[in-house]
Every structure is written in structure tokens, then in C-alpha cells.
T-cell receptor
């Protein structure tokens, strides 16, 4: 039973437009959420996170939105660039439990020049 | 500063063979992790270690063993390889405190 779901395996976006990657979770114990980015033949790298006490966190072109009541979060990339083409993993954990991170299956983003 | 290194990058094993996946870090991080990623699935935690001499099971430990004799190294041992262990294996590290994990480049293992 997947506790973190990313229902879109892939997404294509034109360069300069907004990319929106979605993630749903089922475990209400999760109170900290992360996004990782992965290029081919590399390991995932941490991108951005959000605590459940917030509903938005922004870092440059990347913004994560959290809707706790819907158990849903999304990552917005504006504007999208070809270098953003990668697999994006949504992940969740309890805020104090750094070792027990649950990952979603990932969404492959292609940004078309 | 190499970060997290994993060897080998690729390996093909026959059913029943054994092997050790190596993970080495030069960041002096206390925490180390082993994950596997199957196609279409998220990363699943196999084992982790909070420091030299201390290891603990993750979500999917069956068929694997680990040891942590030094801060730098966290090898993952597969005994009696099975096709179900075909996967990409990632090692990760984390310093103490409120920091996220740093991942190595992965080892792609095929068991036939």
C-alpha cells in the first residue's frame, strides 16, 4: 500500500511555462514533506521541503504548496527550463524522524525547448 | 571531496551468487542508509546506521545484511541472490541534526 503517491508517471512542459507536479499521501502522521530531483545515472538530490505548519514554501523558481486537509502537495516550477528535465520524487516523514522517509514513485518531467 | 561513492556501477549476478555493494563517504556523516528502487516504485529503505557499530532494519531488509565498522563505509551484502533483488541500489548519508540525505549515484544490479 503506497503511502506516498504520484499519479502522473510523466509530464511534458514547454520551456518558460509552469510545471506542476502533484503528490498525495495517505498517512496523517506525516508532517514533513520533501521533493527530490534525480538526473539519469545520478542519485536523488534534495530540492525543497515544507513543514505541515506551513502551506507554502518558496525557493527561487521552485514553490511547494501543501493542502493538509486534502493530503495533497504540489511542486511548481516557474519558469521551466530544459535543465529541469529530471525525475522528481515526492517524499514524506514525521518531522523529527529523519531516518524514516517514504518516497513516492516519481514523476518524469520533460521540459521541451 | 568525493561525497558518496558506490561501487560497482553495474553488476549481473546469477541466482544463488552473493556479492557486496560498497558505499563510502568522505563527509564524516554519522548516518548512512541503503535503499532500493524498483521500476515504477519509490525508494524503499533496506537498512540504516546511526553510527559506527550500530545498524537497524528498514522497510525491506530480508535477503540483505549490513555492517558498519567505520564511519566511512557501509557495505550491503546480498547472500543467495534472487531475481526479486534485481533493482537499483542507492546509498545515502546524513549529518546529525535537521539535514536531509545525500545520495550516491547508485548500483544497478540484475539477477538472472
Amino acid at each position: 500500500d503506497q503511502q506516498v503517491k504520484q499519479n502522473s508517471p510523466s509530464l511534458s512542459v514547454q520551456e518558460g511555462r509552469i510545471s506542476i507536479l502533484n503528490c498525495d499521501y495517505t498517512n496523517s502522521m506525516f508532517d514533513y514533506f520533501l521533493w527530490y530531483k534525480k538526473y539519469p545515472a545520478e542519485g536523488p538530490t534534495f530540492l525543497i521541503s515544507i513543514s505541515s505548519i506551513k502551506d507554502k514554501n518558496e525557493d527561487g523558481r521552485f514553490t511547494v504548496f501543501l493542502n493538509k486537509s486534502a493530503k495533497h502537495l504540489s511542486l511548481h516550477i516557474v519558469p521551466s527550463q530544459p535543465g529541469d528535465s529530471a525525475v522528481y520524487f515526492c517524499a514524506a516523514r514525521k518531522e523529527t524522524s529523519y531516518d524514516k522517509v517514504i518516497f513516492g514513485p516519481g514523476t518524469s518531467l520533460s521540459v521541451i525547448p | 571531496n568525493a561525497g558518496v561513492t558506490q561501487t560497482p556501477k553495474f553488476r549481473i549476478l546469477k541466482i544463488g551468487q552473493s556479492m557486496t555493494l560498497q558505499c563510502t563517504q568522505d563527509m564524516n556523516h554519522n548516518y548512512m542508509y541503503w535503499y532500493r528502487q524498483d521500476p515504477g516504485m519509490g525508494l524503499k529503505l533496506i537498512y540504516y546506521s546511526v553510527g559506527a557499530g550500530i545498524t537497524d532494519k528498514g522497510e525491506v531488509p530480508n535477503g540483505y545484511n549490513v555492517s558498519r565498522s567505520t564511519t566511512e563505509d557501509f557495505p550491503l551484502r546480498l547472500e543467495l541472490a534472487a531475481p526479486s533483488q534485481t533493482s537499483v541500489y542507492f546509498c545515502a548519508t546524513r549529518p546529525g541534526g535537521p539535514y536531509e540525505q545525500y545520495f550516491g549515484p547508485g548500483t544497478r544490479l540484475t539477477v538472472t
